[in-house]
């Protein structure tokens, strides 16, 4: 690939992430569009709503730009909470190592990742002193209970929990398989918001939807066709809770009066047995992932491992794509297979547009499906909650990545090229140090394509945008019922940062002409982000900077890839001493490394006695605890089995079971 | 080296065992033996000692190998602790191995590990619910004690448990540095030692050991001499003790009023800085290793990081001996490097006594040095107990040996050529297949010289034999103050035994030549071993067969390495498809041993919430506990911080620090 390549995939994406730019700051002043652009907003202000109309709404300004700047960390904090302001200073941060790696290089890389470390497990503590009491932090989740002989789960739990924590030991609830009370209740609601939307509308849509949906049926009210149908599924739901209350699962919320209590159940080994009564810090109520609520020790064991094998064959399957996209930057190899194309490819735009913009656009095309299989692996293992299944599938996205972007691309052979390579780790150096300058210009059009453009259609939220509008066309008005805020979705996005920051990192002495490009990309990111986490996205969950660590070691890792190309470089170069002189940088960032391990990752894995016991204190004088342990003892309650009453409310403004998820 | 060669070798090691034997079986009868022998018996009957000759104590008898076996398994445990009969076990299960590895193999040792885990898991919880009240049980050792601003590091210990375990907190001992008192007491106890033999002894002694000791000093009573300078010392001891009480060092032994209360301590992290308030476990009083004390965090992990490198430098280093033991077993090319040695070496028995013992007895004797050694690195590394540093250098004894013995002599190359091919993973398996069977002769010996003759000279106890031969000899009779009853050098010798049964495991199906020279090994190790530890060995502390995982990994590892062997040997004998079939072995035994990782490591670990719990309600309603906790308070004291009187009590029977000691 030539520079005319890069500058065109350059060109390219300038005029798109402009033309984003432009329509977001145009449309986002539309009211219509303020679920899509402002949805924290809407939520606020949806009593106040006006829809003036002024001239000042068309003209493109750059006044969110501004807005999205002024806000201190502490007021994003409170706006979005930690994991936001994380994510945000993951862009000051590299920012950063770009600033300064040109002159230390990975001593102040190591000094700043110490001190991001301290402060974010700083911010940490704070965060955990000045957060209310929450339902989680008094809960466990215990897995594999024995099968009791002769009474219930419940019973021999709460036997347990009082024979051995009678002074902190409140309350428990049994989980229990509702996979079919749920798809009854999701067929339900469906039915519930048809049913809505037909009352609101007028008689004439009624008698449309009607011939819309049954063309050849007999003619009948629709709604109380609705109704009827409502009230059998109602029906139902009962009849399967009344018979559902024995398939209890071993596993159970136990909660306890304090939240020391709770550490005490949680770090110490229950039963003789390890594989029996398994403790797990309990997630938020609203963040338990329900669906798939594997318990036992022994099957969420055997599904880690099928997952793994399955991992390992997708992240091996997935070099066939990226195989036939390196194909694409070597046009003479592919005018060799395919002769027909020669015509074609020898005009100048057509091959630059082939070999500099249409390989990475490939590529992220296959990179949008793997996302979902991540979370969909992630589920498998049997975490019980959305964000540690976000956790998982972040870091399984983020090797997949290094692995099939970067390795795949700078080796370009085939997979058993690769995986052959490192198994002789010794030639190692060597091979790298000759691959991975010769592909600095893929990754700089990598960076724009995928960087840049994915920066601007997040701005742009292209998606959404075009769901709401077809919704506005066929519906004819938004459904206020079915808005939800949408959620970060840090699982997809901090991979990809972090992919940018270790081909930065690993760059940064071979080819620098990638880092005015990545500049560009974390300026433009720290600043679309932070609009994005002031306007649009709300928590759901908070992890309390749980994500920190893979961005840690994310890093190290990319200091050390860097470490042995330049090894790797110096021996090719015929310079064996400065070689050799490298060999202990590799071995003292993973010392560091291993320091920092000890120094800070406890503090992301549990608070200490210190921390509860205090927060623990300020409770006991708080009259409303009373209320609060009262509250606890129903707050891990399954949705499926929450009161259900559709065929009477069904005129009501918001549905029972949205407002049941909201307790 | 030919048959002939190993027969020679086998045949001096059967002369050698035999002589021992009978050697043994004679001297064991003789009463002034008896602290060599049977040590046990001798401190049970010290007071019933009777003198008779007889014409039986001359014949050679085999009696003791009826008594050696005759005790059941609980009676050994009732006598020598847990330690010793896991010991035991592990040969009564290799020897299983090699019966049914016959047979099933890989299937039925992996079984058999996962029944020898179940069985010693129950085993000792078992013991831990029939254990008495000990100090250790209720104490936990605290480190990196943040430094005081103001108040005493006691003081500062006191606040922090009082305010975050006010319940079950019962009281600390600082430790302070006392290396230097120690060397103090130590010097008083030689001369008070001195001084007993003086005064025991009749006056013409006392002369001659006046002149022996000054030659051309003035002559005083020696008595008088010593006495004073004892007093001398004591005042010095006295003098440091009140200068030292400032000298604390930020660690305490702090101890709860409950198990389950420690418990809490040691597995919850205290302070928010992790790498300050950190938890441990507390050894027994007697097992706590006092002289090096490395209190903070940053000074442990670093000396742990410089022991690694030391130890990996000690490790290649020790290549050296091995490299020219190597040498002798090819006698053509000794024969070209010292031409002159031809004519001697050309003699038949010289040759095969050059080849088959001599290099084996070169390797044991360089090997006998290298345990003290990774006891002082052990040491070094921070830890607090005689125990954990047996079991850390029981570890690096383990792999020290696998590498230096196994590998190197199975690869025979310099040290560079080894870690070449351990940096080639993929030619691992084909340079091993060629390599291993090739040296089958040579391990055939090492069974025999290193396993069957250290065997019988543990049996026959040369060394403390000599010792004791030698003091009747020159002080004239034992001294029964001085005398110690000898603890079973677990570090040493568990890594041999392991060794053998890697060989085992190993040269299973390569050259099954070595199993009946192993079953021999094994048959003989069981039978003396359970003598020595009915009469030689007390437990001097008990880590509760902690020991155990080290056997599972290590039998896990020849288990792999078999494997790996086995698919270089398909592969060199040209049948791919069995090398690639048997590939899946050994990642099913990793997968089965990270499943008993899971199911019983925690075991080992710590005591379940279910086990502490119950131990405490046990002691709730007992009368003796309050004295228990009383005496508890001060169980943990430097033993150079107890009183000391020495100058006044020189004539009494026992000296007043071994009490103190013994407390």
């Not at 008698?207 to 109602?234: N, P, T």
């Not at 630059?352 to 913009?357: A, E, K, P, S």
């Not at 249409?358 to 990179?367: K, R, T």
């Not at 209320?627 to 949705?639: C, H, I, S, V, W």
Request: neutral net charge; contains cysteine; glycine residues 4%.
């Amino acid at each position: 690939m030539i520079l005319s390549a890069l500058l065109t995939s350059v060109g390219i994406n300038l005029g798109l992430c402009f033309l984003f730019f432009a329509l977001y700051s145009i449309l986002r002043n539309q009211p219509g569009n303020i679920t899509v652009y402002s949805p924290l907003l809407f939520n606020e202000r949806k009593a106040q709503q006006q829809d003036e109309f002024n001239l000042e709404r068309l003209l493109p300004s750059p006044g969110w730009v501004k807005r999205a700047w002024q806000p201190s960390e502490d007021e994003l904090l409170s706006i979005t909470g930690l994991d936001a302001v994380v994510f945000m200073r993951m862009f000051i941060f590299w920012l950063w190592i770009h600033f300064c790696a040109a002159y230390v290089f990975t001593g102040v890389v190591c000094y700043l990742l110490y001190c991001e470390y301290n402060y974010i497990s700083l911010k940490r503590i704070a965060y955990f002193y000045s957060s209310k009491r929450q339902p989680h932090q008094f809960t466990i989740l215990v897995r594999g209970i024995p099968a009791p002989s002769g009474s219930s789960f419940s019973q021999t739990v709460e036997n347990f929990f009082i024979e051995y924590h009678p002074s902190t030991y409140l309350s428990h609830t049994v989980v229990r398989r509702t996979s079919k009370i749920q798809s009854l209740i999701n067929d339900a609601e469906k039915l519930y918001r048809k049913l809505g939307n037909l009352k609101a509308s007028n008689s004439q849509q009624r008698f449309m939807r009607d011939g819309f949906l049954g063309l050849f049926g007999r003619k009948v009210d629709i709604a109380d066709h609705y109704e009827k149908k409502l009230q059998d599924i109602e029906d139902n739901v009962r009849l399967e809770r009344s018979s559902l209350a024995g398939e209890e699962v071993p596993a159970a919320f136990v909660s306890f009066k304090s939240r020391f209590g709770s550490a005490i159940a949680l770090h110490i080994q229950q039963g003789i047995n390890p594989t029996e009564w398994v403790t797990e810090r309990a997630p938020e109520p609203k963040d338990v992932y329900w669906p798939f609520f594997s318990e036992s020790f022994m099957k969420r064991w055997i599904f880690k491992i099928v997952v793994v094998v399955a991992y390992i064959a997708l992240t091996i399957l997935f070099l066939i794509p990226v195989v036939v996209v390196q194909g694409l930057t070597h046009l003479d190899q592919l005018e060799t297979w395919l002769p027909f194309l020669k015509g074609l490819l020898s005009l100048t735009f057509v091959g630059d547009l082939v070999t500099g913009y249409l390989p990475s656009l490939i590529l992220h095309l296959f990179l949008s499906v793997v996302p979902p299989i991540m979370i969909f692996f992630s589920s498998m293992q049997g975490y019980i909650s959305h964000s540690q299944i976000e956790k998982s599938a972040c870091t399984k996205l983020l090797w997949f990545t290094v692995w099939n972007i970067f390795f795949a691309n700078v080796l370009s052979g085939s997979a058993l090229y690769l995986v052959n390579v490192f198994l002789e780790p010794k030639k190692i150096p060597s091979v790298l140090a000759e691959a991975v300058p010769a592909q600095a210009s893929f990754f700089i059009a990598y960076v724009v394509t995928s960087g840049w453009t994915s920066l601007s259609s997040e701005l742009f939220r292209l998606f959404p945008l075009l769901c709401s509008f077809m919704k506005r066309l066929f519906v004819g008005k938004d459904d206020d019922d079915d808005f939800e805020v949408p959620q970060m979705p840090y699982h997809s996005e901090i991979p990809r940062v972090l992919f940018f920051e270790i081909l930065g990192v690993t760059y940064f002495f071979l080819a620098p002409l990638i880092l005015p490009f990545l500049l560009v990309y974390y300026c433009l990111g720290y600043i679309i982000y932070r609009n994005q986490f002031l306007n649009v996205y709300a928590p759901k969950y908070e992890t309390g900077g749980k994500f920190w660590p893979i961005v840690h070691n994310s890093t190290i890792f990319s200091l050390v890839l860097m470490h042995i190309v330049a090894i790797g470089i110096f021996g090719l170069k015929k310079l064996p001493l400065a070689s050799s002189l490298t060999i202990p940088l590799p071995v003292l960032t993973l010392i560091f490394n291993e320091y920092c391990r000890k120094r800070f990752r406890p503090i992301f894995k549990a608070y200490p006695t210190e921390c509860l016991i205090k927060k623990d204190r300020e409770d006991q004088n708080d009259p409303t605890m009373t209320e609060f342990l009262e509250k606890l003892a129903t707050a891990y309650q399954d949705p499926a089995l929450m009161p259900v009453q559709y065929s009477r409310s069904a005129d009501g403004r918001s549905s029972p079971l949205l407002r049941a998820v909201e307790v």
